[in-house]
C-alpha cells in the first residue's frame, strides 16, 4: 500500500494572507500527520492564531504525543494564550503506523469526508467545538484501519460557506465528492483541486473566507519504489 496526500487552499479575497495554516510532520514511530488549522476571522491576526495552534499540535506530534493529547494540548495552549477570547477549528488527519490506522481527530464543525470501500461515502459529523473558548473542549477522534481504499477529505468553513454570500445555496462538499467518485476520479489532489475550483466558481471568484482542502488516499502500491515524494505549488 502507499498513501497518497493532497493540500488546496486559497486566502479570503483581497486578504493578503490566510487565516488556514496546514502542515505536515513525519510521525517519530512511523506514518505522517497533517494539521489543518482555520484561526478565528480572517488575515494577519487569524494567521497568527492558526499558526500558533498548528506548531503547538505539530511538536507534540513529532515528539510521540497521541493526536488526541496534541489537540487538546493545543486548546489549552491556544486558551491561556489570549485568554479564552479567541477560537480555532483544529482537524489532525494521521496516518499511524504502530496503530496501523488513519487517526482523525476533528475540533470543527465542519464535517470530514470519509469513503471506504466497504461503506461508501460517509461523513464524520458528530458535534464539535472548535478549541480556544472553552476550557475543557475535547476532539473528537475515529480511526480507520489502513488499508486499500480510504480516502478522507477536511477542509476549512469556506468550502461548505461557498455561495452564501450571492444568494444561492451553499457549496456542497460530500455532493461533489460523491459525484467526482462516480466519474472516477481518484487522485487526492484531483479531488481537492476540483473542489476548491467548485468553491471559487460558486464565490465568483471572490471567496469570501479563506479556504483549505486536505485529502488523504491509500491506494494499492505498484512495484518496488521506495523513494518517498513531495511536491508543492506556492504562488507569489
Wanted: hydrophobic share 40%; with cysteine.
Amino acid at each position: 500500500m502507499e498513501v497518497r496526500f493532497a493540500v488546496a487552499k486559497i486566502s479570503k479575497w483581497a486578504s493578503s494572507e490566510s487565516g488556514d495554516t496546514v502542515e505536515m510532520i513525519e510521525r517519530p514511530l512511523g506514518g505522517l500527520s497533517l494539521v489543518l488549522v482555520d484561526g478565528q476571522r480572517s488575515g494577519r491576526a487569524a494567521k497568527k492564531i492558526s499558526n500558533i495552534v498548528a506548531r503547538k499540535a505539530i511538536q507534540l506530534l513529532a515528539e510521540g504525543v497521541r493526536d488526541g493529547a496534541a489537540a487538546r494540548a493545543a486548546h489549552d495552549y491556544l486558551f491561556t494564550y489570549r485568554g479564552g477570547k479567541v477560537s480555532a477549528t483544529l482537524n489532525i488527519v494521521s496516518v499511524d503506523a504502530v496503530s496501523e490506522t488513519l487517526v482523525i481527530s476533528r475540533n470543527n464543525a465542519a464535517p470530514v469526508i470519509v469513503h471506504t470501500p466497504q461503506r461508501g461515502l460517509f461523513l464524520l459529523d458528530e458535534p464539535s467545538e472548535s478549541i480556544g473558548t472553552r476550557r475543557n473542549t475535547k476532539p473528537v477522534i475515529t480511526e480507520i484501519p489502513i488499508e486499500v481504499g480510504p480516502l478522507v477529505i477536511a477542509y476549512t468553513d469556506g468550502l461548505r460557506h461557498a455561495g452564501s454570500w450571492h444568494g444561492q445555496n451553499c457549496f456542497d462538499p460530500p455532493a461533489a465528492t460523491r459525484r467526482y467518485l462516480e466519474e472516477g476520479v481518484a487522485d487526492p489532489q484531483q479531488i481537492a483541486d476540483r473542489l476548491l475550483r467548485e468553491a471559487l466558481d460558486m464565490d465568483e471568484g471572490r471567496p469570501r473566507d479563506d479556504i483549505s482542502v486536505v485529502a488523504v488516499l491509500v491506494k494499492e502500491r505498484v512495484g518496488d519504489d521506495d523513494v518517498r515524494r513531495l511536491s508543492g505549488r506556492l504562488p507569489l
